[in-house]
């Protein structure tokens, strides 16, 4: 069973992808996020200028990574408020039990059980504090033996934390920012049965997306049957003049079954995206080269790689909702 660690993990890393991906289309000119699924609803006038309106949707393309660097911010100060409190609802529970106040619970489960550091382990704290003391160690003594027994104190108190949630069986509901997307099941790595599907708005040709391959695959071994991976095309055709034409021939791949291969060696390979370097990795998979070839020219992915760029521009900038990802045909 996962852990509460493995939990908090996994959802750090679907947090880490929406946020690159959505930092990866904030370089597109038109992202579109702001156009609204519900025509019912009116766009909300904010300025005029020259007898020209500007709406409110129009300023989320030129600020949609702050407002998700926000909403994460959020998450986080609500994250940390809340451990604070289940800790001091665990203490305040178990002090009621054995009928102490929490100071003293602490005093007898944590203060009075950690030892006072000896010379020896002085000594080696302050090695390794040398260079930011910058001081005798006869001057920062006391200094030092009061820092390390802070931090052996903060240590206790946590282990003993742990102890008090285990026996609690307490149970974390708040969750990061999610988005509500749909994935490709053609360019699934993993099991479509498992729990949790990270579905990746990526280009072959952005660094940040080349960056997170070794922790996204990471991830795929440790959670084995309980994390799978789906990728979603997302070209930044402004900047990546080679990005085009790198998911165009990784669809052809994978009408030949080979779309993981290829996907890995295009990020293994981050220059070689000219047509001819991108036929040269078909060949060296072993693919029909005259099939791919003919796919490559024929251009027979534009329109659902069009797709793919259409929904990540679509995914919603909307307060944080319940993660689900849907099959796209």
Not at 49 to 65: H, K, M, N, S
Not at 298 to 305: E, L, P
């Amino acid at each position: 069973m996962p852990t509460h660690t493995d939990e908090i993990e996994v959802m750090r890393a679907k947090q880490w992808i929406l946020s690159a991906a959505l930092l990866v289309s904030s370089f597109v000119a038109d992202v579109g996020l702001a156009q609204t699924r519900d025509p019912a609803k009116r766009k909300v006038l904010v300025a005029v200028v020259a007898g020209q309106a500007i709406y409110e949707d129009e300023l989320l393309p030129l600020v949609q990574v702050q407002l998700l660097q926000l909403r994460n911010q959020k998450y986080e100060l609500k994250s940390k408020a809340l451990e604070d409190l289940v800790d001091q609802k665990l203490l305040e529970s178990e002090a009621r039990r054995r009928g102490t106040p929490v100071e003293k619970l602490l005093t007898q489960e944590v203060y009075a059980k950690v030892a006072e550091p000896t010379d020896t382990e002085l000594q080696t704290y302050y090695a390794s504090q040398k260079e930011r003391l910058n001081r005798p160690f006869d001057q920062v003594k006391r200094q030092v033996g009061l820092a390390l027994r802070q931090e052996r104190i903060q240590e206790a108190r946590q282990e003993y934390l742990k102890q008090l949630r285990e026996q609690a069986k307490v149970t974390i509901l708040l969750r990061p920012p999610r988005a509500k997307v749909a994935y490709d099941s053609a360019r699934l790595r993993g099991s479509p049965n498992a729990p949790v599907i990270i579905v990746e708005f990526s280009d072959f040709q952005c660094p940040f997306c080349r960056i997170v391959q070794p922790t996204l695959k990471r991830l795929l071994t440790k959670y084995e049957g309980r994390l799978s991976l789906a990728y979603r095309d997302f070209p930044l055709r402004e900047i990546h003049p080679q990005a085009q034409l790198a998911v165009e021939s990784s669809r052809c791949a994978g009408e030949q079954g080979k779309f993981w291969e290829y996907h890995d060696l295009l990020f293994a390979s981050p220059t070689k995206f000219d047509r001819q370097s991108l036929i040269e990795h078909a060949r060296s998979l072993k693919l029909d080269e005259g099939q791919f070839e003919s796919c490559l020219a024929n251009g027979k992915y534009k329109a659902q790689i069009e797709e793919d760029i259409q929904e990540g521009k679509r995914i919603e900038l909307a307060e944080p909702q319940d993660f689900s990802s849907t099959e796209s045909g």
